[in-house]
């Protein structure tokens, strides 16, 4: 069965402490490996698209790699305002995206 | 850009009202939308995708008559929550993409939906 899995569930920092959020995929024939930022009450908000493994993509604190069996999210010095659920998904050819059940990060100054 | 709005941001009703999400691209044309709803503390769970100008495909366990979808133009989709219960109190949320099931999907902001 396809499925996507975060880990952890939730996770406490200290601001400027750095860390990785993990989602491990068993999609087969993997076209799109995605990752949202979700803050309470609001829709998704898109961050990255990782293609294929060894890809690498940044936005200020955040940088997302893959490889062929899962995803890290990487927060580098992190800030408060960078407390959220993160989310993330992949989907095969033809098909719609699965969901993890994201990581709730908390930043603490 | 990619843009997605909902309207209305929250809404209160009645049980067995119905209830209706207008989801809108506001700076790109959406070849499919869909429809997703959130319970506390979960994942978005997938309702339904639909096409412009055909019909929506559900989701296993979807109730295509209670959930009505309609996807009018190539920047509009509609959701119907029809004669309305307490259970169907949640947030739902739209994406849409520019060109097919495999491609970004961008969010709008949701609809929470209470119905008393």
């Known amino acids: 069965e396809d499925q996507v899995t975060q880990s952890p569930e939730a996770l406490r920092l200290q601001e400027g402490e750095s860390s990785s959020l993990n989602c491990s995929y068993t999609v087969s024939g993997l076209r799109g490996l995605f990752w949202y930022r979700q803050d309470p009450g609001k829709g998704p908000e898109f961050l990255f698209t990782?293609?294929?493994a060894g890809e690498e993509k940044e936005k200020e604190r955040l940088k997302a790699t893959l490889t062929k069996k899962e995803s890290f999210l990487h927060i580098t010095a992190p800030k408060p305002e960078d407390s959220a659920t993160y989310l993330c998904?992949?989907?095969?050819?033809?098909?719609?995206?699965?969901f993890g059940k994201g990581t709730t990060l908390s930043v603490s100054s | 850009g990619a843009v997605v709005s909902q309207h209305p941001s929250w809404v209160i009703c009645k049980s067995g009202t119905s209830v209706k999400i207008e989801c809108r691209s506001l700076d790109f044309q959406a070849t499919t939308m869909f429809w997703y709803r959130q319970f506390p503390k979960q994942s978005l769970m997938l309702m339904a995708t639909s096409n412009e100008g055909s019909k929506a495909t559900y989701e296993q366990g979807v109730e295509k008559d209670k959930f009505l979808i309609n996807h009018a133009s190539l920047t509009l989709s509609t959701l119907t929550v029809t004669s309305a219960h307490p259970e169907d109190s949640s947030f739902y949320i739209c994406?849409?993409?520019?060109?097919?099931?495999?491609?970004?999907?961008?969010f709008g902001p949701g609809t929470r939906l209470t119905v008393l």
């Open positions: 994406s849409a993409t520019t060109s097919g099931v495999t491609d970004t999907q961008y």
């Open positions: 990782l293609y294929s």
């Open positions: 998904a992949a989907n095969q050819a033809g098909t719609a995206l699965i």
